[in-house]
């Protein structure tokens, strides 16, 4: 009898110990799983936080330009005199030639990001060619500005309504929708995508846009 029950003993030990090994072995898989999972989670959230700055950063030199490009423009025609053409000279250089340097660093910087951030690779190149068409409009709009005179003004201002007309605004389309693609990849649920956007699109608006362009958003709000 006490032969027996020492192997009862012995088994119950036995699986007291492999259920105590069970037990602990689960406990390292579980917290391996946290640790996994935690892992992946502020991989995904460093993710949106690139994706996020590099679409604001080039949003903004959209913006800039688009808002420069279109108000600077304005005050170009054949009816531009001598007297007031310095002060659009003036203009054009503080507003379209000086900062140049600034946000061509910032839109490379932003797209260098893009390329190596963990999303859709066939989005980012498809957003940065919607992206270059449109500052290549820009360019084009600054380099008709450029050498600006008296006797050139009327066929500068011709140049630049031929650049932009029904250009901007189908490209304006593609751009914004290519940018929502590239958030949506960055782990966005599609229901949020617009409004991040939209978030992204008026904040810039706020810091670089036309001061009209942004009471109008008041106003709709």
């Given at each position: ?6 192997l ?37 959230a ?25 108000n600077?423009?304005?005050?170009i025609s ?87 007309t ?14 929502m ?38 106003a709709?709000?």
């Open positions: 009898m006490g032969k027996k029950l020492g009862v003993v012995a088994l119950l030990c036995l699986s007291l110990v492999t259920t105590a090994c069970g037990m602990a072995r689960n406990g390292r898989h579980s917290e391996s799983m946290e640790t996994l999972m935690e892992s992946r989670h502020q991989s995904k460093a993710t949106k936080q690139t994706v996020i700055a590099a679409v604001t950063d080039l949003v903004e030199v959209f913006v800039y330009y688009d808002n420069k490009v279109g600077d423009g304005y005050l054949d009816a531009l005199d001598a007297e007031i053409l310095p002060t659009v000279q003036t203009v054009i250089q503080t507003d379209l030639i000086d900062p140049k340097a600034k946000f061509e660093s910032q839109e490379t910087k932003a797209i260098k990001k893009l390329r190596a951030a963990n999303i859709s690779q066939t989005d980012v190149s498809n957003m940065v060619t919607n992206y270059r068409q449109i500052r290549e409009v820009h360019k084009k709009s600054v380099e008709a500005m450029q050498g600006l005179t008296v006797d050139n003004a009327g066929q500068a201002a011709q140049n630049l309504s031929q650049i932009r029904g250009l901007m605004s189908e490209l304006n389309s593609d751009f914004s929708y290519a940018m693609m590239v958030i949506y990849d960055a782990g966005y649920p599609g229901k949020e995508v617009s409004t991040e956007y939209s978030t992204i699109l008026e904040n810039a608006m706020r810091r670089y846009g036309d001061p009209a362009d942004v009471a109008k958003i008041d709709a709000q």
